[in-house]
């Protein structure tokens, strides 16, 4: 099956700092990548929907400054999180979405912890 | 707008018994509903999915779930439960049409006790 990847599976910076997450599709062309974020024991959350070429639609209460979605290619999307602060620590997770087979595959998350 | 309900965020069972873990989703077009497994510290996995067709649908590791369109209700099941099914599950809708965002439930934590 399809495959996505995220890289890296877990980061921990200090506050202040900027971090990337990059999510590739290794084996289709994402023509949409959707951004969730989730917090503890909680669900996942949109945060952002991207479509390749175009700039990202943000979901209400997110940051669009501080949360940058770059998805120059079909095959990877960026979210960088600037100028991270301890509320931002969470489990983000992007899923490539293919208009060919209609299918959504997940990436395997990146564990953000802010100190 | 789409939305996912998932009644009880705890749910209890003793291993052998039945699971079950129930949504409703109100959406305004006909939706494909999925169920997804999370497991402690890692990412989503996808048990099951309903886009078109029979309404029962089978899943992965013996879960199945039953797309009820009167009812609004897309509920799991798993007629005997295993230690190894103690994990977070979501419900999740998404409009047809495929390759579009998922709106997700809030989760329902299973435990297996033995």
């Known amino acids: 099956g399809a495959v996505v990847s995220q890289h890296p599976s877990w980061v921990i910076c200090k506050s202040g700092t900027s971090v990337k997450i990059e999510c590739r599709s290794l084996?289709?062309?994402?023509?949409?990548m959707f951004w969730y974020r989730q917090f503890p024991k909680q669900s996942l959350m949109l945060m952002a929907t991207?479509?390749?070429?175009?700039?990202?639609?943000?979901e209400q209460g997110v940051e669009k400054d501080k949360f940058l979605i770059n998805h120059a290619s079909l095959t990877l999307s960026t979210l960088t999180v600037t100028s991270a602060h301890p509320e931002d620590s969470s489990f983000y997770i992007c899923?490539?979405?293919?208009?060919?087979?209609?299918?959504?595959?997940f990436g395997p998350g990146t564990r953000l912890t802010v100190t | 707008a789409q939305s996912v309900t998932q009644l009880g965020s705890h749910v209890s069972v003793s291993e052998g018994a039945l699971v079950l873990l129930r949504c409703n989703y109100s959406?305004?077009?006909?939706?494909?509903l999925f169920w997804y497994v999370q497991y402690p510290n890692q990412g989503l996995q996808l048990l099951l999915k309903?886009?078109?067709?029979?309404?029962l649908v089978k899943g992965i590791n013996g879960f199945e779930a039953e797309f009820k369109k009167s009812e609004t209700s897309f509920h799991l099941t798993k007629p005997s439960a295993h230690m190894s099914d103690a994990a977070e599950y979501f419900c999740?809708?998404?409009?047809?049409?495929?390759?579009?965002?998922?709106?997700f439930g809030t989760g329902t934590q299973l435990k297996v006790e033995l």
């Open positions: 899923i490539a979405g293919d208009t060919g087979s209609g299918e959504q595959y």
């Open positions: 084996d289709f062309q994402a023509t949409t």
């Open positions: 991207s479509n390749e070429g175009s700039k990202a639609t943000y």
């Open positions: 959406s305004s077009v006909p939706p494909y």
């Open positions: 309903y886009t078109t067709g029979a309404t």
């Open positions: 999740a809708v998404s409009d047809r049409g495929g390759g579009n965002k998922l709106t």
